[in-house]
DNA sequence: ATCCGGGGTT
DNA sequence: AACCCAGGAT
């Protein structure tokens, strides 16, 4: 009777995905989505952990106009710490986000002194560095060091959220547990790097904010595409 | 729960 | 004009 009281969440046939096929179908969707950046041509973790430094809540285009003159002045973590201030910031203010300046220092003094002005190769090294938060540090432990690791931000997640239907306790999906927990099933072994990477690139080029059903190769099982063209009984949209 | 920030997308 | 971007700190 009453909305509020509706039991479980019913999906509509078809969805969700078996884990497999949804891999599956998205490395497929790779050959002709896949885009290129400076930084996943390396596999310097600093090099790494600079550019997710400068994608916090920036897009990637945007990032990459300065990350390489950026990298190329201050190649490594010392570099960055010995710099002037006013020029670290003046340089990342294109990006927006001028505190990340101060923190990027912050950061690599802190690898200096923890580290010997290496970025650690383990997760909880990683999070313990001032500016690290979950998914930096599984961007650097992924594209940095080689591990199969799952990465989450709140792309990778709205993607799974909506194709396998889930019902993240929190509003912040890109830090909720479960979504997380969903994620790192999924990593197929041996191919963590390519898998993640492609996973962004289709969050960003298809399963994007409006999403574009019409190029989507997952519509026939997923529920976000299923319970909108779905006819329901016991309710219009 | 709020804030940061310029720039792209719709 | 509103919303979002390869988040994290407070």
């Known amino acids: 009777?009453?909305?509020?009281?509706?039991?479980?969440?019913?999906?509509?046939?078809g969805c969700p995905p078996k884990p497999e096929t949804?891999?599956?179908?998205?490395?497929?969707?790779?050959?002709?989505?896949?885009?290129?950046?400076?930084?996943?041509?390396?596999n310097d973790p600093f090099a790494v952990l600079l550019a997710e430094f400068m994608l916090q809540r920036t897009q990637a285009p945007q990032a990459a106009r300065v990350f390489q003159a950026f990298l190329a002045a201050y190649p490594n973590p010392a570099a960055v710490v010995s710099a002037d201030a006013g020029v670290v910031v003046s340089s990342l203010e294109?990006?927006?986000?001028?505190?990340?300046?101060?923190?990027?220092?912050?950061?690599?003094?802190?690898?200096?002194?923890r580290h010997a002005g290496r970025v650690p190769e383990h997760l909880p090294d990683l999070l313990a560095l001032p500016g690290v938060g979950p998914y930096i540090a599984a961007a650097v432990h992924c594209f940095g060091w080689g591990h199969d690791v799952a990465v989450?931000?709140?792309?990778?997640?709205?993607?799974?959220?909506?194709?396998?239907?889930?019902?993240?306790?929190s509003a912040r999906v890109h830090t909720d547990r479960g979504v997380w927990e969903?994620?790192?099933?999924?990593?197929?072994?041996?191919?963590?790097?390519?898998?993640n990477f492609t996973l962004i690139d289709f969050a960003a080029a298809v399963c994007s904010v409006r999403p574009k059903h019409s190029v989507c190769p997952l519509t026939d099982a997923c529920c976000y595409y299923l319970s909108d063209h779905t006819p329901k009984a016991s309710q219009a949209v």
């Open 1 to 13: 009777m009453s909305m509020e009281a509706v039991p479980d969440r019913v999906r509509p046939p």
């Open 22 to 42: 949804f891999v599956e179908r998205l490395m497929m969707w790779d050959h002709c989505g896949k885009r290129s950046f400076p930084w996943r041509l390396t």
């Open 94 to 113: 294109a990006l927006g986000l001028r505190h990340r300046a101060v923190r990027l220092q912050g950061l690599c003094r802190a690898i200096v002194e």
């Open 152 to 169: 989450v931000d709140r792309t990778t997640a709205r993607v799974l959220v909506r194709v396998f239907g889930l019902e993240p306790a």
């Open 182 to 195: 969903f994620a790192r099933s999924l990593v197929p072994q041996g191919r963590g790097k390519e898998y």
